[in-house]
Each structure stands twice: as structure tokens, then as C-alpha cells.
């Protein structure tokens, strides 16, 4: 499941729609749907930078959705910020890596950029780029949807996971570096020759196969390329291609999420 607007942001409604519907999900009647002032305090995201360089987190809410922190800032190493989204936002959040910003704000990244400024304000963020995915409530339901999608490639490890337990919650997340087994033709490079980031095959090679649009653009007829394997073999809980939805889409109900830059690995 990206740049949005993107094919990933309309496909994931959808998919919370159709999970809602074949799971017979109902809100129960004190949930976000039905007003509870309980809710309506919103929810907290916490952003933490676990890597040994500095992140700029990109951000965007989808269509109809207000984007926070005016879509972007920095995080030094080692660094935390936290704000509040309403219950019911949708949106997405990415990594920018390799940046350089003047005083006005204006710069470039070396991968995730958007448009050359600090501050996204609505832009969408180039590829390759790590993005996490989430739709925090909806009409239908209050349950919470979010996921980690290499769909648009990779730039950084990230993961998102409810803080302080929820009800029926997991982890979202690619925590390996995919840049160091990235396959030369997916390659995307900064200014001094490193890796900064691996495309997907979509964005490489293009075409309706690789992107599940055409006549692949459906569950039965997109299949995941022998790159879509590879993601998922070293990333098993995040997006490897459009429609890699079993193990990929999350749902929970918490009030607050610890989104992760380079989440620590387990021993």
C-alpha cells in the first residue's frame, strides 16, 4: 500500500471497508461514531528517531484529513515528538533521509523528499521512501487500521505499535536496513555513492504487472514479484506489494502509537 494522492491510500479504505463487512465488525455504541467525549481528546501519536543520523518525518493526511506539524520537521538522533490527530484521521508518515534545509526552510533530501521544503504542507513524498499507513476510526467503525508499506520502495526502518496495550493490537513494521541486500537494479543512490534507498518493482520497472493497475489490478490477478518476495522475506509485517493484505494490515483500538525510526531489533 504509495505517494498520496496515491493508488495505496484509496486501497486502504477500502480494505477497512471490506474488513468491517466480512468480519461483521460493529461499533459498539460508546465508540469514536457514536460521540464519546472519551474520543473526542483525539489520539496521540509519539515519533521516535532510534537511528545513529537525523529523520525528518513527512507528513500527509489524505483527502479531507488536515495534515499535522504543517508536514514536516526535524529529528535528531535520539529525539522524540508527540502531537494529537483527531479520531478518525487518515493519513500516512514517511522518513526523509540526507537532508539540508536553509533558515526559509528550503533544501532537498536524498530520499522522501517533498518538493525541496521542510515543511511538506500537503506535498506527497518522492520514492523510494518507508511509508506507515493508518486510518484511526471511521463511520462505519472505531476500530483503528494502520500498516508499514514498502509498496513505494524503502528508505529506513519504521514501525508503529499501540503504547500501553489496546484490544486486538499488533506491530507494524520493516525494522531490517533493506538498503544493504537492495538489488543493483532497485538501487537509488545520494551524493556521495551510498545506498540511500531500494525501489520497489513498480517504480523500477513500471508496467501493470509490477503495479497491479490493468489487468492485474485485483487480488487474484497481481501476484508479488520475486522483489516483493525478497521484501517480505526479510520485512514479514509490512506491505510487499499492493495486495499483501493477511499480514500486512493491522487493526486496534488504543489511544496512543509509537511510530519508530529504526526500531531496535530483537536479540
Not at 537509488?188 to 489490478?217: F, K, L, M, P
Request: hydrophobic share 35%.
Amino acid at each position: 500500500m504509495m505517494a498520496i494522492p496515491s493508488d495505496r491510500a484509496p486501497l486502504l479504505l477500502l480494505l477497512v471497508n471490506v474488513f468491517i463487512v466480512s468480519m461483521a465488525i460493529v461499533p459498539p455504541t460508546h465508540g469514536a461514531a457514536a460521540g464519546n467525549s472519551d474520543n473526542k481528546k483525539g489520539i496521540q501519536l509519539i515519533l521516535v528517531n532510534n537511528c545513529g543520523e537525523s529523520v525528518w518525518p513527512g507528513l500527509l493526511g489524505t483527502t479531507g484529513h488536515t495534515t499535522p506539524q504543517s508536514g514536516g520537521f526535524h529529528l535528531g538522533p535520539g529525539e522524540e515528538a508527540a502531537f494529537e490527530v483527531p479520531t478518525g484521521w487518515s493519513g500516512r508518515v514517511w522518513p526523509r533521509r540526507g537532508c539540508s534545509f536553509d533558515s526559509r526552510g528550503l533544501g532537498s533530501c536524498a530520499t522522501g523528499d517533498c518538493g525541496g521544503v521542510l515543511r511538506c504542507g500537503g506535498a506527497a513524498g518522492a520514492t523510494p521512501a518507508t511509508v506507515v499507513e493508518m486510518t484511526l476510526g471511521t463511520a462505519a467503525s472505531a476500530m483503528h487500521f494502520y500498516d508499514v508499506s514498502l509498496v513505494d520502495g524503502f528508505n529506513a526502518p519504521v514501525s508503529m505499535a499501540p503504547v500501553g496495550g489496546g484490544v486486538g493490537c499488533g506491530v507494524a513494521a520493516c525494522g531490517a536496513d533493506l538498503n544493504v541486500c537492495c538489488p543493483a537494479a532497485l538501487e537509488v543512490r545520494d551524493r556521495e555513492g551510498r545506498v540511500a534507498g531500494c525501489r520497489s518493482a513498480c517504480r523500477a520497472i513500471g508496467g501493470d504487472r509490477y503495479c497491479c493497475t490493468g489487468e492485474y489490478g485485483s487480488a487474484t490477478a497481481c501476484r508479488p514479484s520475486m522483489f516483493a518476495h525478497l521484501f517480505k522475506a526479510i520485512c514479514p509485517r509490512a506491505y510487499s506489494y499492493a495486495y499483501d493484505d493477511a499480514t500486512s494490515l493491522n487493526r486496534c483500538r488504543a489511544n496512543r502509537y509509537l511510530l519508530t525510526f529504526c526500531p531496535p531489533q530483537p536479540s
